[in-house]
């Protein structure tokens, strides 16, 4: 059963940077597509950035700023966040999707504020 536990989150003032990590275990990494999302008090849950299969792909909220990536190595996802906005306050949440399987690890909250 695939496992995801995600850190790196934390309180940040706008205009600064934080990383995101998502520690991946119970499966092969290299199988699946892996995912950030967000949510936000009283909103949707919403993509912001996806990997799989060499590829990449952001929303214009965030694209310019955010970079995802993942070290097949030690079998870790991470988000790098630039230039951090408010509207970028949110619960962050790693996903790993195969054909059958869709996984979510517990959230790390990120706020941006001054």
């Known amino acids: 059963q695939v496992q995801l536990v995600e850190s790196g989150g934390g309180l940040v003032q706008p205009g600064r940077s934080l990383r995101l990590s998502c520690a991946f275990s119970g499966g092969r990494f290299t199988a699946y597509a892996m995912g950030w999302y967000r949510q936000a008090p009283g909103k949707q849950r919403e993509l912001v950035a996806r990997i799989a299969y060499g590829t990449t792909y952001y929303p214009d909220s965030v694209k310019g700023r955010f970079t995802i990536s993942r070290d097949n190595a030690k079998n870790t996802l991470y988000l790098q966040m630039n230039n951090l906005k408010p509207e970028d306050t949110a619960v962050y949440y790693c996903?790993?999707?195969?054909?059958?399987?869709?996984?979510w690890g517990q959230g790390t909250q990120v706020t941006v504020s001054s």
């Open positions: 996903n790993a999707r195969t054909i059958d399987v869709d996984s």
